[in-house]
């Protein structure tokens, strides 16, 4: 193989994982915009305490409370790296299943709705967070699914159909 065909066949690869990553980045943004605007508009919570839940996960309630700022940017890492690890999870299954590719709206429709479970129902409460299920609060988790599927399924989804653009 000539180094010429060698480097025209990796160029898809690193594509996808190009695309596979704004993907991610996108996701999260939205994801955690939406987090601090509706705790901050529907119960005054302040951003650096929605950080704090998210780096709870890791380190407990209280820990993430007394960490201030530090703990605030761990939560905000840990949050990326999430959906880092979301958009990449999306990108292997759809480089592997044909009708993923074929079917994007679907695939990441119920990617998302999967998301949304995952995390609620299983990440969650196995996390030092201790949470346990969902809130009383139907808005949220009206708002909440949403937010799976198009604020951070769709996006990857579109991110990872461009990344596989060109690839065979």
């Known amino acids: 193989m000539t180094d010429v065909s060698r480097s025209h066949r990796s160029a898809p690869s690193s594509n996808l994982l190009l695309w596979t990553l704004v993907g991610g980045l996108i996701a999260a943004t939205l994801d955690i915009a939406y987090a601090i605007s509706y705790w901050g508009l529907t119960v005054g919570v302040p951003a650096q305490r929605v950080l ?22 761990l939560g905000l890492f840990l949050h990326y790296f999430i959906a880092l690890v979301m958009a990449a999870v999306y990108a292997v299954a759809a480089v592997r299943l044909a009708w993923m590719r074929r079917h994007p709206w679907i ?28 809130p009383d609060d139907v808005v949220w988790i009206v708002l909440s699914v949403l937010v799976h599927v198009m604020c951070v399924a769709w996006p990857i989804a579109w991110a990872v159909g461009r990344g596989l653009r060109g690839r065979r």
Do not use: D, Q
């Open 52 to 73: 704090h839940s998210v780096a709870s996960g890791l380190v407990g309630r209280e820990t993430a409370l007394a960490g201030g700022a530090p703990t605030a940017a």
């Open 107 to 134: 695939a990441s429709t119920l990617y998302g709705l999967w998301l949304f479970v995952a995390m609620n129902f299983i990440v969650v409460p196995l996390s030092r967070a201790g949470g346990k299920g969902l």
